[in-house]
């Protein structure tokens, strides 16, 4: 179900499409809404949600709304520094770093937000519901909490090296 574009250097991954159908008179009127996670592939990404009548105008406005709430993520190379933990609601999502040659092991939400990243290596696994926009999010949290080692370093005021 990710859809996948590339414009100038950000990648936008439709992660989930949801119909909503109100009756009136004539029959059903349906409505869009689509949840979008942009990445520049280089250690930045945000999620975006929209909603229009339309999947086309629900997708580019989720797309606009992933792209200003970007968040930088240290990565380590084509993995992340040290595992992590992230939930969201039900949503509960554990990273593991991998080694080079792993490949991304996720389903396909945390997939998503890995690949618009640009983590390559890494070990995924989620726990709790299956809602992926609550994956998403809690991927996103999970990716916040990371440290690179020269911050820690200055956060704790010593050398490690």
């Not at 996670?37 to 949600?49: A, F, I, L, N």
């Not at 991998?98 to 618009?116: K, L, N, S």
Request: hydrophobic share 40%; proline share 4%; net charge positive.
């Amino acid at each position: 179900m990710s859809n996948e574009t590339t414009q100038g250097e950000l990648i936008d991954k439709v992660v989930k499409i949801r119909r909503c159908a109100a009756v009136v008179k004539g029959g059903r009127r349906f409505s869009f809404a689509a949840m979008v996670v942009v990445g520049d592939g280089q250690g930045k990404v945000g999620w975006g949600y929209g909603k229009a009548n339309e999947v086309p105008p629900s997708v580019e406005k989720a797309v606009k709304d992933g792209t200003r709430n970007m968040l930088p993520i240290a990565i380590k190379g084509t993995t992340i520094p040290h595992a992590v933990k992230g939930h969201y609601g039900a949503a509960k999502v554990v990273l593991l770093p991998a080694g080079p040659g792993t490949g991304v092991i996720a389903g396909a939400a945390v997939r998503a937000v890995c690949e618009a990243v640009g983590i390559k290596d890494i070990l995924t696994k989620s726990f709790g519901t299956s809602n992926s926009i609550n994956l998403v999010k809690a991927t996103i949290g999970a990716l916040r909490e990371l440290r690179s080692q020269s911050e820690v370093e200055r956060l704790r005021g010593v050398s490690l090296s």
